[in-house]
């Protein structure tokens, strides 16, 4: 998928200008400043100091709950590999060096031993996110005791990440601290995602669940697989295992229902939903090659190619109707996407049956065919009991979606188009503005974080009905190698976009955040890329 936009090089920050280099990195890091911001927070200046050894959480009820249980190991584990990350030979100079520098400073309020985790609601080690679970949680750190609190699981992970990133290493490069404080957040947005496209290149098991985790450190909620396309079709199917068998790149290229299942488990238990998209009648080629009956036999100057799927026939709508149902069982998820984009009506219209079967059903052009076709296949997810999540071109043929069927705008200008969908009544989610294939100079954060989604014409009903957003990682250049570097920390930029306040909106403070982010980021093991230019990570 691409479009072409007169994309603007952001040097204005970067400092084209005069700018006179000095020692040193050109932005300073924050320290215990969390990214995406919280919708409130106090800050104080007094600290504790931590030490991941003598330091744990306190799980207050729900403590039989796996999904929470496991949630605080893997957190005191993140914040060990903090304390660790501190210079060794430091760590055995600093006791002696540094203990009378804390005792002097009035500020220095103790070592912090536990915190309590306090997650009021119930907790099911079944519990699925949804479209509208809520993430609410709060933080208090006081000189007394500090606290995580949420009603449910999901706030008390994202409250979790949050207690994280507060933790610092002080200018000593010794030790860890974090400051009192009181935070009461939520997101903004229900559906913050991110979009990875498999098909143009295939990407292993480890760095998906490596994007996963990045995905949590970001408090990004919703991972859209882009699993198959024209190119390739890695998704392994029991109904047809021939699709993958003939349409895979190779053997090893392909995602078994045991891998899937693994990657739906990794990221629900961080409170991500993973929604995959099976894009028809377009992007389909690869399903072709062990089904061609399902595909449209171009004619005229076309003959010999295969389009877009055939809407004329039954074998196509019998190909869904299975797969898809095996799809709805092997993803949890209310949600499928139908696709719906970029169709071209050149080989629908070359082929002489189509034309047939468009004058048999009344239909007078080619939108109106995309729409039977469309149709047809909401049918059929319907009758899964399932939802869907459709391109925009879906809503701009006239196809009528049910209420519940989310319109996914990506092209531009797209403030006429979520000011069109919202004022139909439907939701809506925006991804035009984050695109991530698009390159600039630098690390090219800033425009992505320059879009802001109600910035379109519309009431406050209309503005109810965007639901967030989505970066998009389509995979024509980027493989193994090069996906996490391209997506973090760009991808970052849309999520805190996504989940902070609309008036968080200051570049020169979220520069200095974000070079601290991607630092830890980079000591959790994701292979983030620097943000704004040189600098170090303590
Ligand atoms: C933490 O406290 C120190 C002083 O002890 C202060 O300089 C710093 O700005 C505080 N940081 C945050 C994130 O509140
Ligand atoms: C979560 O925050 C939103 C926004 O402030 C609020 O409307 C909602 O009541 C909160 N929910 C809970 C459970 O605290
Ligand atoms: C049209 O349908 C007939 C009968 O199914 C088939 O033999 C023929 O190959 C089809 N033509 C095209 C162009 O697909
Ligand atoms: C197409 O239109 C004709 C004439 O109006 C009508 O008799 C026929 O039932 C229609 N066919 C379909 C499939 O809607
Ligand atoms: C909002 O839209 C206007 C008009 O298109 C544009 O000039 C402005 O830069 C946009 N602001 C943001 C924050 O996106
Ligand atoms: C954003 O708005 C809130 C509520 O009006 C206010 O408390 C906060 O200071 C504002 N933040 C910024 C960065 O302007």
Redo the contacts with the bound molecule.
């Keep these: 998928m691409k479009f072409s936009q007169l994309t603007i090089v952001a040097l204005v920050l970067i400092g084209c200008e005069s700018y006179i280099e000095k020692p040193g990195p050109r932005y300073v890091a924050t320290k215990g400043e969390p990214w995406p911001k919280p919708q409130t927070q106090i800050k104080n200046d007094e600290y504790f100091v931590l030490r991941p050894q003598f330091f744990e959480f306190q799980v207050k009820n729900n403590a039989k709950c796996t999904l929470l249980h496991d949630a605080v190991l893997r957190y005191q584990s993140i914040i060990s590999g903090l304390y660790e990350s501190v210079d060794e030979n430091l760590k055995f100079v600093s006791h002696q060096h540094h203990k009378k520098e804390w005792l002097s400073d009035n500020n220095f309020i103790g070592h912090l031993e536990s915190a309590i985790v306090d997650l009021s609601g119930s907790c099911d080690d079944n519990d699925y996110p949804s479209q509208d679970m809520k993430e609410n949680y709060s933080i208090n750190i006081t000189p007394d005791n500090a606290e995580i609190q949420s009603s449910t699981i999901w706030g008390i992970l994202r409250g979790l990440e949050t207690f994280s990133q507060l933790i610092y290493i002080a200018d000593d490069y010794v030790s860890l601290r974090i400051n009192t404080t009181s935070i009461s957040d939520y997101p903004r947005f229900a559906h913050r995602g991110l979009l990875l496209d498999t098909s143009r290149h295939f990407i292993p098991v480890k760095k998906m669940l490596e994007n996963l985790d990045a995905m949590a450190y970001n408090k990004l909620n919703v991972f859209h697989w882009h699993i198959v396309d024209d190119q390739s079709f890695p998704y392994v199917s029991r109904k047809y295992p021939e699709l993958s068998e003939q349409g895979a790149y190779k053997p090893s290229q392909v995602y078994t229902p045991a891998v899937m299942q693994q990657i739906v488990e990794y990221a629900r238990v961080r409170g991500i939903r993973v929604i995959t998209e099976f894009d028809t009648p377009g992007h389909t080629r690869s399903w072709g090659v062990a089904h061609p009956e399902v595909l449209t ?1 171009c ?1 005229g100057n076309l003959a010999g190619e295969y389009g877009p799927m055939d809407p004329s026939k039954v074998e196509t709508y019998n190909l869904l109707a299975g797969l898809l149902g095996e799809v709805s069982e092997t993803f949890p998820d209310q949600y499928i996407h139908l696709g719906g984009d970029e169709v071209d009506f050149d080989c629908w219209e070359s ?3 189509i034309s047939k079967f468009m004058k048999k059903e009344n239909i007078t052009d080619y939108k109106g065919l995309e729409s039977y076709f469309v149709q047809r296949v909401i049918n059929i997810v319907d009758a899964l009991k399932a939802k869907s999540i459709v391109w925009e071109e879906v809503f701009e043929n006239g196809v009528k979606l049910p209420t519940e069927t989310i319109v996914q705008v990506w092209k531009g200008p797209w403030e006429q188009t979520m000011s069109e969908v919202t004022l139909s009544g439907k939701t809506a989610i925006l991804s035009s503005c984050w695109y991530l294939d698009h390159l600039d100079s630098y690390g090219d954060w800033q425009k992505f974080y320059n879009c802001e989604p109600y910035n379109f014409t519309g009431v406050d009903s209309q503005k109810k009905l965007v639901l967030g957003g989505e970066a998009c990682m389509w995979a024509e250049v980027v493989n193994e190698f090069n996906v996490i570097s391209r997506v973090w920390p760009r991808a970052s930029a849309a999520a805190e976009k996504l989940w902070s306040a609309e008036n968080v909106t200051d570049i020169k403070e979220a520069t200095l955040r974000l070079e601290e982010h991607v630092c830890r980021m980079n000591r959790r093991g994701v292979g983030a890329q620097p943000p704004s230019g040189p600098g170090f990570c303590p």
């Design positions: 036999a004619g082929n002489a049956n």
